[in-house]
């Protein structure tokens, strides 16, 4: 129930305005966002490939109501994408792309309008030997994600493309991605989906996830195991040894600010470890969704206001 509460909230305009204005919340956010602008993403991902991580940066926003805001989100990724050029993070640093914030849900032509602004990111980001991964939001949008994927991948293979567990679809679509050079971000799936799409419990999706990996780690594609999951990982781990793997054949991927032990643990063992820095001042709805993940996390808030008072 505290979960749907949340994920309630993380769409609320009113709960968005009042918690974002609450300075206890910023320090709590600054736990799962690397910041507000460009720098602190490429700071924050500085720190991590320092200590032997990979990172996806992405740049919050979603559900532009303009084309002006995607044409600010492009220019935000390409000033990223020169940052990580500049700054030799490039050959470890990635960006992750959400195509709402492109404009994929405008009204008339959202779809096109998207593809064209998420061209501009690719094309930048293959330039400066950036790597490119759409994230994959609510089902309603997963069929004209994948369109836009395949219209970008003609152009540059290597655009990556995030699916949902969750999803009854999700087992097709990862046979349809399973081929040489494809890389495919597995997830669990991070929307409250209804039960005519979804599998609504826990075990489901967890077994959803297990034949979804078992395609993409028995094929030529590189998978990209993006769970905090140990049971999960553990299976993603002994199969790649069943299939003979290189560890740097596939990657693990975790949000910032999420079991960083483990992730380092994992990359000490030669696993490729990606994680995931989320920036921009839209931090309201991703807080809030890491949140429901973990109700525990609320004892940060808690804590907060302590230490504030
Ligand atoms: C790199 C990355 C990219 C993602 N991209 C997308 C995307 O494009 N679209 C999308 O819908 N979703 C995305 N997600 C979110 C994802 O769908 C899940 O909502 C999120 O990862 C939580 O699921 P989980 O697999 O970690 O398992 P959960 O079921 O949340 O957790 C399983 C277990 O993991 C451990 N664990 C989880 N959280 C913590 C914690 N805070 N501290 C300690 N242990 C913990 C616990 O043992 C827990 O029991 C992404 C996730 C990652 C990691």
């Known amino acids: 129930m505290l979960r749907s509460a949340l994920l309630a909230a993380s769409r609320s305009t009113n709960a968005r305005r009042s918690i974002q204005a609450f300075p206890p919340s910023r320090a ?7 910041g507000e602008t460009e720098e602190d993403a490429l700071r924050v991902a500085g720190q991590l490939t320092g200590t032997g991580l990979l990172v996806t940066v992405d740049h919050l926003g979603e559900d532009i109501t303009d084309r002006e805001q995607a044409h600010r989100t492009v220019e935000s990724y390409q000033r990223l994408i020169t940052g990580m050029a500049s700054s030799g993070l490039a050959p470890r640093a990635e960006v992750s ?9 405008l009204p008339g032509a959202g779809e ?18 950036v790597l490119v991964t759409l994230d994959m939001e609510d089902h309603t949008t997963t069929d004209s994600t994948l369109r836009i994927l395949g219209r970008l991948r003609a152009e540059v293979a290597s655009v990556g493309c995030a699916l949902q567990a969750s999803l009854h679809r999700t087992q097709d ?7 040489a050079g494809s890389r495919v971000r597995l997830t669990k799936g991070a929307y409250r989906e209804p039960g005519r799409v979804a599998h609504q419990r826990f075990a489901d999706i967890d077994a959803a996830y297990v034949r979804a990996l078992e395609t993409l780690m028995r094929s030529e594609a590189r998978p990209l195991v993006a769970t905090h999951d140990p049971a999960l990982l553990a299976t993603a781990i002994r199969l790649a040894q069943e ?32 994680v995931y820095v989320a920036f921009g001042r839209e931090w309201y709805g991703y807080v809030m969704r890491r949140l429901a993940e973990r109700p525990a996390s609320l004892s940060l808030f808690a804590r907060a206001l302590v230490s504030r008072s």
């Open 28 to 34: 709590v956010a600054q736990r799962f966002v690397a």
């Open 112 to 129: 096109p309008f998207a593809l064209d602004r998420a061209f501009e990111i690719v094309r930048a980001a293959d330039t400066a030997g």
């Open 243 to 274: 299939v003979r793997r290189p560890p740097t054949s596939y990657e693990v991927q975790m949000l910032y600010g999420i079991r960083p032990a483990e992730q380092l643990r994992l990359a000490a063992e030669g696993i490729d470890v990606r």
């Open 173 to 179: 679509d990862a046979r349809a991605l399973a081929t």
């Open 97 to 105: 792309v959400k195509l709402s914030a492109l404009g994929q849900s």
